[in-house]
């Protein structure tokens, strides 16, 4: 198996990574109060010297009452959990990595198995988080305001304490994704309307304000998913064409590079052609693009939180479709999470040595 392609340096503003493996975000809900810890930290270190490219935190909440549903979840605000953070991103320094925080609102939730609640309800554009179903409230434009400023707060939060990129996640249904979702975004006013496009009017504010406190040089990516978790086989935009009136005033706004969320990378996004997500987000932008789903593994994600295992699986495909220019970076999920010495071991061609994931894998911080 060759894995050249793989290996290659990549370059963008803010960053330098040596290769073009991502550590995809995956939330862990192992910081106290929303505080990071020395574990949190010591489990990011060892990713970075496991030769991960770019490591992509778990989702880390913005300064929102309602921004979570978990209390344990990490916070990127307030004075305790940015000291966390800092720790998080010297010890991945220290080790030769690089690493953008995962900045989240998770608008609307279904309330958490432990009971917990914040003391305000949550948040959303319609007060809907799927299809006819609310629990909780429509946002004002004023929550709107201070949404945006607080997403664009924690992206000069991530930028002054020396992280080389940040992420926004617009992906899977939260709150992002809910504006873009006409299901759960039935606004009249400009945040909302009849198309995509008009949908994605919250989305472009965000990513303008983020850009005006990071500056022009700060690498900022958004992840982005078609499908919807109460409905794997939806898409928000049903054709190129819409994808582009979708994309392009996010790459305009100031999107550097598109994280392109499915639960299996090699399906094709549009009958007629064989791209997946991030292939047509790199032909119709011209932007970078992260390929993710499913990748080194059998199995996709969503099914490991209902104990499904995996093994490991060939990389051939994947390498097609990279040596063929579809997509620039390949986020990694579960099997680094099993595994800080994955990517090493693809690299040396131990692919004997290569760990299959099971369910035990989410409920602890595995440092070996």
Same mark, same amino acid.
């Given at each position: 198996m060759n894995t050249d392609s793989l290996f290659k340096p990549f370059s963008l503003k803010s960053l330098q990574l040596k290769n073009r493996i991502v550590m995809a975000p995956m939330t862990r809900s192992f910081s106290p109060n929303g505080i990071p810890t020395d574990q949190? @930290? =010591?489990?990011?270190? #060892? %990713?970075?010297?496991g030769e991960v490219g770019l490591i992509l935190s778990e989702g880390t909440v913005?300064?929102?009452?309602?921004?979570?549903?978990?209390a344990n979840i990490p916070h990127f605000y307030g004075e305790t959990a940015?000291?966390?953070?800092?720790?998080?991103?010297?010890?991945?320094?220290?080790?030769?990595?690089?690493?953008?925080?995962?900045?989240?609102h998770m608008g609307i939730m279904d309330n958490h198995h432990s009971g917990w609640l914040p003391s305000q309800p949550f948040e959303g554009p319609s007060g809907l988080n799927r299809p006819g179903s609310g629990n909780g409230s429509t946002m004002t434009d004023s929550d709107i305001?201070?949404?945006?400023?607080?997403?664009?707060? @924690? =992206?000069?939060?991530? #930028? %002054?304490?020396?992280?080389?990129?940040?992420?926004?996640?617009g992906a899977h249904n939260y709150l992002i994704d809910q504006f873009f979702w006409e299901a759960t975004n039935q606004r009249t006013d400009i945040f909302g309307g009849k198309t995509l496009v008009e949908r994605s009017r919250f989305a472009v504010e965000v990513i303008k304000e983020?850009?005006?406190?990071v500056g022009d040089d700060f690498a900022v990516i958004i992840r982005l998913s078609q499908w919807k978790p109460v409905d794997y086989n939806y898409k928000l935009a049903k054709t190129p064409k819409e994808m582009e009136t979708w994309l392009n005033p996010l790459a305009d706004a100031g999107v550097d590079i598109f994280h392109c969320s499915q639960r299996r990378f090699w399906e094709p996004e549009f009958e007629g052609s064989d791209l997946n997500f991030a292939g047509w987000?790199?032909?119709?932008?011209?932007?970078?693009?992260?390929?993710v789903g499913s990748v080194g593994l059998t199995g996709?994600?969503?099914?490991?939180?209902?104990?499904?295992?995996?093994?490991?699986?060939?990389?051939?495909?994947?390498?097609r479709r990279m040596d063929r220019g579809d997509f620039d970076l390949v986020a990694v999920g579960r099997p680094l999470l099993a595994d800080p010495e994955w990517v090493t071991k693809i690299r040396q061609n131990r692919t004997d040595e290569l760990k299959g994931f099971t369910k035990e894998a989410l409920t602890e911080l595995i440092l070996a």
């Open positions: 949190v @930290a =010591a489990y990011y270190r #060892k %990713r970075a010297e913005i300064d929102r009452v309602s921004s979570s549903n978990d940015l000291n966390g953070w800092q720790k998080v991103i010297e010890n991945v320094h220290q080790a030769g990595g690089q690493m953008g925080p995962q900045i989240w305001a201070d949404t945006i400023a607080a997403f664009g707060k @924690a =992206a000069a939060d991530a #930028k %002054r304490l020396g992280f080389d990129c940040l992420e926004l996640h983020v850009r005006k406190q987000a790199k032909k119709l932008t011209g932007k970078s693009t992260i390929t996709e994600f969503l099914a490991a939180f209902g104990g499904e295992s995996s093994e490991p699986s060939s990389l051939d495909e994947l390498l």
